[in-house]
Nanobody, 124 residues
Framework: QVQLVESGGGLVQAGGSLRLSCAASGRTFSSLAMGWFRQAPGKEREFVAA????????YTANSAKGRFTISRDNAKKTVYLQMNSLKPEDTAVYYC?????????????????WGQGTQVTVSS
């Protein structure tokens, strides 16, 4: 079992930045690929970024490329999402998730464990 707790969401103006954190407990964190997803009201949950178990590779959605950076600290059992140049269309609940397959993979069906989410609201 893996428990995931996100933090760092909030309200920010367009063009601003936020850093989301996801703290893990339970199963060995360093063996898991990690991903960030988001879900806006009335829309399906979508992939944002993922990172391999050892941090050696990442995969970022086109909508986030050049603005968002995923990273991890295995000693702290934490994965981060640095979000810069935020836009109103980035407004969503952001979820972190764990993938036992090693990753990084964009398909949410590959992720077995999910956090409760953190709200990010970007005002125009």
């Amino acid at each position: 079992q893996v428990q995931l707790v996100e933090s760092g969401g909030g309200l920010v103006q367009a063009g601003g930045s936020l850093r989301l954190s996801c703290a893990a407990s339970g199963r060995t964190f360093s063996s898991l690929a990690m991903g960030w997803f988001r879900q806006a009201p009335g829309k399906e949950r979508e992939f944002v970024a993922a990172i391999a178990w050892n941090g050696g590779s990442t995969y970022t959605a086109n909508s986030a490329k050049g603005r968002f950076t995923i990273s991890r600290d295995n000693a702290k059992k934490t994965v981060y999402l640095q979000m810069n140049s935020l836009k109103p269309e980035d407004t969503a609940v952001y979820y972190c998730a764990a993938d036992p397959g090693g990753g990084p993979r964009p398909n949410l069906k590959e992720y077995d464990y999910w956090g409760q989410g953190t709200q990010v609201t970007v005002s125009s």
